[in-house]
């Protein structure tokens, strides 16, 4: 279908007074890396369209113990703060230059995996999303806003306006592996923060991309770290059960037993680097 | 494209099966339902709008009880149809008695035609699984919180019904 | 060689070189032309079917939508690409008549006044499809009661009525009797995409004196213009292929495949048609490098001779032959490789599965035989206990050595480039080979040594 | 299908378009300006032969509808192109072999420019970050790199005199 309609609302109600108005059949895009070439392809084919470049949704802010992600903020916009350093290298490890110009935070959260690689350092951070309808706003855990493959929380009458991640002193760390070096899809996506308590853990986040329906909590995993001093033992340990809290595909990056086998290691290497004898990477 | 699972609801076999023939029950659980309607005993027509990550669309659904066995098992034919192709396909479900409670065992085949068929068979695959584990999640919600009042459930021939 | 050398050992400024870098150089798509349609394709969804029906009354009433194509609407529908060259039978559809035989195999092409216009009408082609069981692996598909692929009833392209192409030198069997030592391998490469920048597409444009110019990012410029007289039954003299210009091809651009359905949109409208695949078609639909599974079974001696080599090979043509059958008679000449063994069996199989064609990629036919029959020879070298270098060196091809399809050996090289390759990587060869040229042998070219 | 008139800079001159609703800037571009220097790959954002600076940063002009970049500033490889003889990356280009078959040369170009313009001296490493998101088919990268090192030398000894 040809697109009879293009809109490029300037603010935030006028973004909603439209979604109300044309439905669920109306396409909502940000940076385009998502939509485009769907529909370039002829695999979408909407009537109607909105783009949310112009909607004022871009701004990234440190307010309140939080820092404030513009749900239409550039990868680039992420990759120029230097808040929070573990953000700076989930959007360096993302896309291309001229992709990480378009593609935007919110839209991340949407990019099918194995794509999503930002979604996965957000999700270890604790983040929330905004989301904005008719009524107002509300916030969800990120964690919960997930609900399966290419599915979530989002309302039809709602938007994602905004990402806000606590800011933290807790070290963080990230990898991401794919089968280049740069503009790749993932394999697998590893990120991890810890909260110490003298020298034991006292709590433990660590996020999968690329081995599950949408990025996962490794939860049995950072159960495994809590209370131990991240030694080599409970690396491993921690490393070995994480294969269980994946649900690996095949694609064709790799197949499903390839991933399996690279969370156990990659999530060993992330919870290396954040192991007492190396520096904190503290914030 | 072949789909199968299993989950266990909370109640029993006949409540499960009277609410799957209930068209005011399939338009509170199935994702993105919008109308529902019985056209027939057996066959029910509806539109469903899904809007996903770059692909929005409304899908016409038409599915048939093909072959039905109160309250164990069933067989379900179909077609749905939208601007981005077409999915055909048949699917069977069991529904056993688990302690009062019922396990729904289904498994289903489906061609798909147009240009979903260029998808990555794992987005159509998941993206179904997905929206069966979320439709099953939703009808167990609902038959927590209404108990159908009779077994035998819906007896009125066509009914329509929009969302408020 | 005393005379003066004006371009070898110079660096030439390439003639290309100035609209490269400024963007002029117009290759096919950067053409537009008044009036121009646009034609996509609607293809299989299944690897193996048939076709019960086909219904266009949705996609006729898109607005834009110009017309439809199917195969009664083809001239010549059946062809084969290597026709030109006498390869028989005809087996490839232009458009699919009652059965498809690959996933994204073309069925209808939709002709109408914008891309967009034409991608709505292709959704809305409506197939009745009945699936038939699909075979993909070419063991397989050689087994009783694999799913036929062909039309003549079995999976394998026929040579001189032999399913395969047999090359054979003294006896092989006698000769691994004989042998000290016998190496087994297994060799499998992937179907390769060319992934062209530049995706593989056409404009035919309808001229004013009844011909049809078609421009083309073809890399087979003729083979294209013949093979599209043959199919639309029109004499060679009213097309007009223009090519040259090809955004990055590497084999993937020999098939015929735009050409002929453009050209025929181009007739039954008589307005310019494009048909330019789009970057999902041309990793999907496109025909890739073949699939190779290749068995050796090597006799040797003690001190390193190869005296018996065993080749069966197989080539994944995917559903059509394009140009794999050629590929693999290139392959059966080269199988047993660039050296001196005086017995040798080759059964090399060119064997139709359900997967996309498969056809020209550099050096088709001999690089994975490369891939398979080199890395045997490490093996070999490691059971016997000496170098990789000795292993080739006391095997190498000289000139008068008899090849086993019976030719002689002539300008053999083989043993000067390895000699020239181990002094740029500093290697010291020992004496007797640094002495050893590619010279006849004494009392060669006869079986045996 | 209401078309829309958008404004926006063209190198050094304003150009108006009439464009449908979601048309990308490449179409615009290629179709409409007849600038078929940007070139058409894979209209994914993957292949990186259609980038084109606006406000003087590389963007993937297949996936950017012209009606977002009203107003601003579009440098594609014809507007970099002196009348006379070549702007140093292009030199550099020809005369390194920096191609085979040309059709990423235009992208390559652009995400040179932009590269030299942020940082006059990359790294090598700089230089492989940067083209990340080219890709080229036959050459390989090599004589790529190198030419950007030789047009960052001669644009660091012109010292900005030549054109930007």
């Given at each position: 279908m040809t697109v009879s309609s293009y809109f490029l609302p300037r603010s935030l109600p006028e973004a909603l007074e439209i979604l109300q108005r044309h439905g669920p059949d109306l396409l909502v895009m940000a940076g385009g890396t998502v939509a485009m070439p769907l529909i370039n392809e002829g695999l979408s084919m909407p009537g109607a369209v909105m783009g949310l470049r112009r909607a004022g949704l871009d701004r990234i802010e440190r307010t309140d113990g939080a820092l404030r992600i513009g749900a239409t903020a550039t990868l680039t916009q992420l990759l120029d703060q230097d808040a929070i350093p573990v953000l700076r290298e989930a959007a360096r490890t993302t896309g291309s230059w001229a992709i990480r110009n378009m593609a935007t935070v919110g839209g991340n959260l949407f990019t099918p995996p194995p794509g999503g690689d930002v979604a996965v350092a957000l999700l270890a951070l604790d983040a929330s999303v905004i989301l904005a309808g008719p009524t107002g706003e509300r916030a969800l855990p990120l964690a919960d806003f997930f609900t399966g493959f290419l599915t979530n929380q989002l309302a039809p009458d709602e938007l994602l306006v905004e990402l806000r991640v606590p800011m933290t002193s807790d070290p963080a760390a990230w990898v991401k592996f794919g089968r280049k070096h740069a503009n790749t899809p993932a394999v697998v996506t590893v990120a991890a923060r810890l909260r110490w308590s003298g020298d034991k853990i006292a709590d433990a986040r660590i996020a999968l991309g690329a081995v599950g329906p949408h990025p996962i909590r490794a939860r049995q995993a950072e159960q495994r770290l809590v209370g131990t001093r991240l030694g080599p033992d409970a690396i491993a340990a921690a490393a070995a059960v994480a294969t269980e809290d994946c649900e690996p595909f095949t694609d064709a990056i790799a197949t499903d037993w390839y991933r399996r086998r690279m969370v156990a290691i990659f999530v060993g290497r992330v919870l290396e680097q954040l192991a007492p004898r190396a520096e904190p990477e503290g914030r | 494209m072949n789909l199968s699972g299993s989950r266990t609801l909370d109640a029993p076999r006949e409540a499960v099966f009277a609410a799957i023939c209930d068209p005011a029950t399939l338009l509170a659980v199935i994702p993105g339902c919008r109308a529902i309607e019985r056209t027939s005993e057996t066959e029910y027509r509806g539109e469903i709008a899904l809007r996903l990550p770059g692909i929005v669309g409304t899908y016409r659904t038409v599915v048939r009880m093909a072959d039905a066995d109160p309250p164990g098992y069933g067989r379900l034919e179909g077609e749905v149809v939208g601007s981005l192709g077409s999915i055909h396909g048949h699917a069977s479900f069991r529904l056993t008695d688990a302690d009062g409670r019922t396990t729904v065992d289904y498994d289903g085949q489906a061609v798909i035609g147009g240009p979903?068929?260029?998808?990555?068979s794992r987005f159509i695959e998941g993206l179904a699984g997905s929206l069966i584990g979320q439709g099953l999640g939703n009808l167990n919600t609902r038959l927590q919180r209404h108990p159908p009042a009779g077994a035998s459930g819906d007896q009125s021939p066509t009914i329509k019904e929009t969302p408020a | 060689m005393s005379a003066r050398l004006n371009v070898v050992g110079q660096s030439v400024a390439r003639s290309d070189g100035i609209g490269h870098v400024t963007g002029r150089t117009q290759y096919t798509t950067d053409r537009t032309f008044p009036g121009m349609l646009h034609l996509k394709m609607a293809r299989s969804p299944l690897h193996h079917a048939r076709i019960k029906g086909i219904d266009l009354s949705e996609a006729e009433r898109v607005p834009g939508f110009v017309r439809a194509l199917t195969a009664k609407d083809v001239p010549h529908n059946r062809y084969t690409i290597l026709g030109l060259i006498g390869v028989e039978p005809e087996e490839e559809f232009v458009l699919a008549e009652d059965r498809v035989r690959f996933k994204g195999e073309a069925i209808v092409a939709i002709v109408a006044e914008t891309e967009e216009a034409a991608f709505e009408a292709v959704s809305k082609v409506r197939l009745d499809l009945e699936e038939l069981p699909a075979v993909f692996d070419v063991e397989e598909a050689l087994k009783p009661g694999a799913p036929i692929v062909t039309h003549w009833g079995n999976n394998t392209f026929m040579y001189e009525g032999h399913p395969c192409r047999r090359v054979r030198l003294g006896d092989v069997e006698r000769a691994f009797g004989q042998a000290d030592h016998i190496i087994e391998g297994v060799y499998n490469t992937s179907p390769i995409e060319h992934a062209p920048t530049e995706t593989t597409g056409c404009i035919a444009v309808p001229e004013a004196n009844g011909r049809y110019a078609v421009y083309t990012n073809t890399q087979a410029l003729y083979f294209s213009l013949d093979n599209t007289a043959i199919i639309l039954q029109v004499p060679g003299s009213r097309l007009h292929f223009i090519g040259g210009t090809v955004g990055g091809g590497f084999g993937g651009k020999v098939d015929v495949i735009v050409e002929p359905i453009a050209t025929l949109a181009a007739m039954k409208t008589n307005r310019p048609v494009k048909f330019s695949y789009s970057r999902s078609e041309e990793m999907q639909v496109s025909s890739t490098r073949s699939a190779w599974r290749i068995y050796l079974k090597d006799g040797v001696t003690s001190d390193g001779r190869l005296i018996a080599r065993k080749v069966t090979s197989y080539a994944d043509s995917g559903a059509y032959s394009r140009q794999t059958p050629y590929a693999l008679t290139k392959h059966a000449a080269n199988a047993a490789g660039p050296y001196n063994i005086p017995n040798v069996s080759i059964d090399a199989y060119c064997v139709f599965t359900n997967r996309p064609p498969t056809s020209a990629m550099r050096g088709f036919g001999i690089t994975m035989a490369s891939f398979a029959l080199e890395v045997q020879m490490d093996k070999i070298a490691e059971r016997v206990g000496v170098d990789p270098w000795t292993i080739r060196f006391l095997n190498a091809y000289r000139n008068g050595d008899m090849k086993p399809h019976r030719k002689l050996a002539e300008d053999a090289t083989l043993i000067e480039t390895m000699q020239a390759a181990a002094t740029l990587v500093g290697h010291e060869l020992p004496d007797e080979f640094k002495a050893m040229t590619s010279a006849p042998r004494a009392g060669s070219h006869v079986e045996g040594r | 299908m209401a078309s829309t008139i958008v404004t926006f800079e063209f190198g050094e001159r304003e150009v108006e378009v009439m464009v449908r609703p979601m048309t990308t800037l490449q179409i615009v571009l290629r179709e409409q300006l007849g600038a078929t220097a940007t070139k058409d790959g894979c209209r994914q954002g993957g292949c990186g032969s259609c980038i084109v600076l606006v406000d003087g940063e590389p963007v993937m002009s297949c996936l950017l509808p012209v009606e977002d970049i009203a107003g601003r500033r579009v440098t594609t490889l014809e507007t970099i192109t002196p009348a006379e003889g070549l702007h140093p990356i292009q030199q550099a280009f020809l005369d390194s072999y920096a191609f085979q078959c040309g059709y990423c040369t235009p992208g390559m170009v652009m995400t040179s420019k932009a590269l030299l313009d942020h940082h006059p001296d990359p790294s090598g490493d700089d230089i492989g970050e940067a083209l990340a998101g080219n890709v080229c088919r036959c050459t390989g990268y090599r004589p790529i790199i190198r030419a950007i090192g030789v047009a960052a030398e001669a644009l660091r000894e012109s010292d900005g005199e030549q054109p930007r």
């Open positions: - | 979903l068929a260029r998808l990555d | - | -």
